[in-house]
C-alpha cells in the first residue's frame, strides 16, 4: 500500500502561479495529476513514469511543469498562468507498475484532493 499526502492548494487570481506536491509513503514508478471540476468527470492533467517520461494534456502544455524527486518519493506540478477554468479539486495518483500513466486505470493508489480556486 502506498498512501499519498498532496499540498499547496489554494485561492488564487488568474495569471498567477501555485505549486502542489504529493507525497508518497513508498516507491512508486508512475506517478500523475488528474482535476476533477463541480460537476465534471475526473480527467488527466500530467504524468510522469519510468525512465521518467513525461505528458501533459493540452490545455495545460506548456503552462504546467510535472517533475519528481524521487529521493523524497514525492511529486509536484508547477502550474504557471493560471486560468479560471483550472479551478478544479486536483487529485494525485500513483502506480508501482510503469504505465501509460494517462488512464485512470494506470493507477493503484489515489490522494485526498487539493482545491485549486482561481478567480479575480
Known amino acids: 500500500q502506498v498512501q499519498l499526502v498532496e499540498s499547496g492548494g489554494g485561492l488564487v487570481q488568474p495569471g498567477d502561479s501555485l505549486r502542489l506536491s504529493c507525497a508518497a509513503s513508498g516507491r512508486t514508478f508512475t506517478m500523475g495529476w488528474f482535476r476533477q471540476a463541480p460537476g465534471k468527470e475526473r480527467e488527466f492533467v500530467a504524468a510522469i513514469t519510468w525512465p521518467p517520461i513525461t505528458s501533459y494534456t493540452d490545455f495545460v502544455q506548456g503552462r504546467f511543469t510535472i517533475s519528481k524527486d524521487d529521493a523524497k518519493n514525492t511529486l509536484y506540478l508547477q502550474m504557471n498562468s493560471l486560468k479560471t477554468e483550472d479551478t478544479a479539486v486536483y487529485y494525485c495518483?500513483?502506480?508501482?507498475?510503469?504505465?501509460?500513466?494517462?488512464?485512470?486505470?494506470?493507477?493503484?493508489?489515489w490522494g485526498q484532493g487539493t482545491q485549486v480556486t482561481v478567480s479575480s
Open positions: 495518483a500513483a502506480s508501482q507498475r510503469v504505465t501509460y500513466g494517462r488512464r485512470l486505470s494506470d493507477y493503484d493508489y
